[in-house]
Structures are given as C-alpha cells and as structure tokens.
C-alpha cells in the first residue's frame, strides 16, 4: 500500500493515481519515490500489458511541491538538486525502457515536472479541460524531468522555446493541434476513452509495443542508417513471436487475432 499513490490492477491494466488533491498532486520525496517503485515493479510483471498514469482530483499534477524547497531555503541547507533530480530520472528511464505501453491520462492542470512525466508516457489522452503549463520559468528554473528532451521533439523547437520561455498555459484541444497530446476529449467520456485505448493496447501484441518503443526512441537519437540497421534487429525479434504467429494465422480464418503478449 502506498501513502500517495491508488493502484488498481483489472483486465491486464495497472492504473495509477498520483493521489495528493489538495495540492493538485505536487510531487513530494514519498509520491516520486512511491512512483518510481510502483513503475519498476509494473514493469517487471508480464501479466501488466498497459499502464495509466492519472491523477485524483481536479487535475493531474502542479509539478515539484514548492513547500519542499520552501522548507529548505527557510532552513539554509543547500538542495542538492542533482541527487534529486536523478530520482525523476530514474522514473522517465523506466517509463522509456518498459517494454509495454504507458497512457498517461490528463484533466485538470498538469504543470512542471507533472507535465513533462505526462510527455514521457508513449501516450497522451486528456480532457477537454486539461491545461498544459512549462512552469518553470515562472519560477526562474529550466524545464526538468525530460522536458528539454520531449518538448522540441513533439512539437517543434519554436513551440518549445515559446512553451518554456513564455510558461503560457496551453489548452487541451491547442495541445492536441499541437502534437502535444494524442487525442483530447469531453470531459464526460473522459474516463471511458481512456480505458478503450488501454483495453485496445492491453490487448494488443505487447512485445510487438515494446520493440516499437526501442525503434521509435533509439530512433530519435540515431542516424539512418543505425535507425535501419535496429529495424531489422527488432523485426528478426518481432517475427519470432507467439502474436506474431497468430495474426498471421487469423488473417488468413478471417478473424481478429487473438494476442497473448508472448
Ligand atoms: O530539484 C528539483 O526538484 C527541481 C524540479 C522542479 C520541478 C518543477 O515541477 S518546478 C514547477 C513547480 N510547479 C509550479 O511552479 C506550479 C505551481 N502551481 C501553480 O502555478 C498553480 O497552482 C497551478 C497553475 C498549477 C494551478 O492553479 P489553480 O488556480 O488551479 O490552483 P491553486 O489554487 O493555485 O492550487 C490549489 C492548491 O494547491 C493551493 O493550495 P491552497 O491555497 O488551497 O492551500 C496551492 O498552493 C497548492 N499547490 C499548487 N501547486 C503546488 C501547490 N503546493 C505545492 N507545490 C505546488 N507545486
């Protein structure tokens, strides 16, 4: 059981709830330490086959809990922002390098480091109220957790600049125009089709998603002929799969393939 986190486990997906609403899910020592090990562990169990990242209340998250370096500055001890930051590394590390998808799902503000965990999921679904923040700037820092990484990567360098500069709220539906985010919907089927995608991946050939990721995620970093060179090394993983098999099995009996994750 976790202090600040809700897990609830069905249907091969794991969901967790960043759960601190009255400070819009701020991410505290226990919640970043809480996540990353709920994250290591869902990682590691092959009966998970989606994850959904969300938070309870009336947003997602308002990024580092402020009162935490509040606290620090009052006392005069320096923070030792490295040993800090690396545990947010930790986390994005493990949400890349996880071979199943994971969705993050956004209402209601998601602002700082919360935001930039969001961008690291491979999947974005948000409300129609949800409201993207780089905050930092606001408060004289750079943007963390990733987002010097993602942010030019989704949606352009200028957009970037502009988001993290300006530290400008953006809507769900600029976000989605954006690329920012995958699909935004009305708050009132909010829940519902968020769970249709996580049953959609869930069920989905999850080793096919995993190679995917390292294709398309090496692939950021990586010149052509590296990126071609991958390819083949994870299709010859791909096409030895038990899914592999047996779509190529239903498609020829005119079926839906029927996916184990194996
Ligand atoms: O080493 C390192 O860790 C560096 C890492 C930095 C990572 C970062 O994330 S830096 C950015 C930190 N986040 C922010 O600067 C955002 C601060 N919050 C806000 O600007 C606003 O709260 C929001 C735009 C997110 C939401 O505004 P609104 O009007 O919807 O809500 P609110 O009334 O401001 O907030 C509700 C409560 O949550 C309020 O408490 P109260 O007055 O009801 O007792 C507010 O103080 C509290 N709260 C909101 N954000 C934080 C927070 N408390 C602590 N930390 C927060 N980040």
Partial sequence: DYQYLLTQFS????????????VLNAFNEVMLAELNEAMSEAAQDDDIRCIVLKGAGRGFGSGQDLSEFASAYASGEPLEVSKHLGKY????????????????????VAAGISCNIALACDLRIAADDARFLEAFSRIGLVPDGGGGYALPRLVGIGKALEMAMLADEVSAQEAERLGLINKCVPVAEF?????????????????????????????????FATSLRLEGELQDTAIRTDDHREAIQAFFEKRPPEYKGK
Avoid: W
């Avoid at 986390?91 to 199943?100: N, P």
């Avoid at 519902?192 to 080793?207: D, F, Q, S, V």
């Fill in 89 to 108: 590394h930790d986390l994005l590390r493990t949400l890349q390098e996880m071979s199943k998808p994971t969705i993050a799902a956004i209402h209601g």
């Fill in 191 to 223: 829940e519902e089709a968020t769970y249709r995608l996580a049953r959609r991946l869930a069920n989905g050939p999850t080793r096919a998603y995993g190679l995917i990721k390292q294709l398309m995620y090496r692939g950021l970093d990586s010149d």
């Fill in 11 to 22: 249907d091969h997906i794991f969901t967790v709830t960043m759960n601190r609403p009255k």
